[in-house]
């Protein structure tokens, strides 16, 4: 089991339109990596037992969703005996 990085994509912006284009980019990165780091603080929380009541299921699921917008994905290798 390793992961891959895969190539990201990019955002094409219109001429016109590049002065507020950061405004765009900044939230497009912000809001992924604020869902993975609160993910990952959730999960890591509920494995030290400080959350109760959570659905460990869902936020895995949520951390998956997240690291592959970003490219990173798991693959499987194969084992030679």
């Known amino acids: 089991m390793g992961y891959c990085l895969h190539s990201h994509y990019t955002l094409m912006v219109p001429p016109e339109k590049e002065?507020?284009?950061?405004?765009?980019?900044?939230?497009?990165?912000?809001v992924p990596a604020g869902v993975l780091t609160w993910s990952l603080g959730v999960l890591t929380a509920s494995y030290f037992g400080y959350a109760q009541s959570v659905d460990s299921?869902?936020?895995?699921?949520?951390?998956?969703t997240v690291l592959a917008s970003y490219g990173i994905s798991r693959i499987e290798q194969n084992k030679r005996r």
């Open 19 to 30: 002065d507020k284009s950061w405004l765009k980019t900044l939230v497009i990165n912000i």
């Open 57 to 64: 299921a869902f936020i895995s699921s949520l951390v998956t």
